[in-house]
């Protein structure tokens, strides 16, 4: 079935600093994936969608200078997230849908929980 | 945009019962609704999904029902187990399969608790 590996699976980081999230589709090819956080018990709240070759496309309410998002390559999407501050700790997920699968459900990788000190 | 509401937000129920978890969304236009179990530290996994061509459809101990008109859909988990306690949010979609408009909204959740 489809994978999505994502890259790290945790981290913790100073404020000011920024940390940069990998998501791979390992076994097939996406032309857009997903941002998602998690609070804790909380549901998941849709960040952004990260197009291949193009800009994101931010929810309302999200930083896109803040949260930066890069789709360079069709199995590659990355969430940089930029000067980072302890409101910014929480757990990030994203997630891919198989392009040549007709129908195919979201695939969501194992998450990153962001600790900022 | 697309709102999902689920209910309840917890639930625990006897092993062996049945447990039903509700939710409705506001767009008409929405094609599409699955539904994800997610435990403890772990990535939401998909269990069943519906289309709205269609009013209902079971995988042997789950099943889920589609209401269009009303706008809601239900999970139906029956002769529940200890496994199937964990977190489960329904979502729903519109738009066509890949296009950016296709993102998919979810519900808030429910924590399911099965006790023994």
């Known amino acids: 079935g489809a994978v999505v590996s994502q890259h790290p699976s945790r981290v913790i980081c100073k404020s000011g600093t920024s940390v940069k999230i990998e998501c791979r589709s ?16 909380k549901s998941l709240m849709l960040m952004a969608t990260s ?10 309410g999200v930083e896109k200078d803040k949260f930066l998002i890069n789709h360079a390559s069709l199995t590659l999407s990355t969430l940089t997230v930029t000067s980072a501050h302890p409101e910014d700790s ?8 198989d ?4 129908n195919s459900p979201l695939h969501f990788g194992n998450g990153t929980r962001l600790t900022v000190t | 945009g697309e709102n999902v509401e689920q209910h309840p937000s917890t639930l625990s129920v006897q092993e062996g019962d049945s447990a039903v978890i509700k939710c409705t969304y506001s767009d008409s236009a929405s094609n599409y609704f699955p539904w994800y179990k997610q435990e403890l ?3 939401p996994q998909l269990i ?3 289309r709205s061509n269609v009013g ?10 589609l209401n269009k008109t009303a706008k809601h ?16 949010f329904c979502a729903a979609k519109k738009g066509p399969g890949y296009s950016s408009a296709s993102k998919i909204i979810f519900g808030s959740g429910t924590r399911l608790s099965i006790r023994p």
Not at chain 1, 26 to 41: I, N, S, V
Not at chain 1, 51 to 60: D, F, I, L, P, V
Not at chain 2, 56 to 65: F, L, P
């Open chain 1, 26 to 41: 390992l076994d097939f090819q996406a032309t857009t994936m997903f941002w998602y956080r998690q609070f804790p018990k």
């Open chain 2, 56 to 65: 209902e459809k079971k995988d042997q101990r789950i099943a889920v029902t």
């Open chain 2, 73 to 88: 859909f239900s999970l139906h988990i029956t002769e529940t187990q200890p496994e199937d306690s964990a977190v489960y």
């Open chain 1, 51 to 60: 197009n291949e070759g193009s800009k994101a496309t931010y929810e309302q």
């Open chain 2, 41 to 43: 530290g772990k990535r």
């Open chain 1, 90 to 97: 929480s757990f990030y997920i994203c997630s891919a849908r």
């Open chain 1, 99 to 102: 392009q040549g699968a007709d």
């Open chain 2, 48 to 50: 069943i999904d519906i």
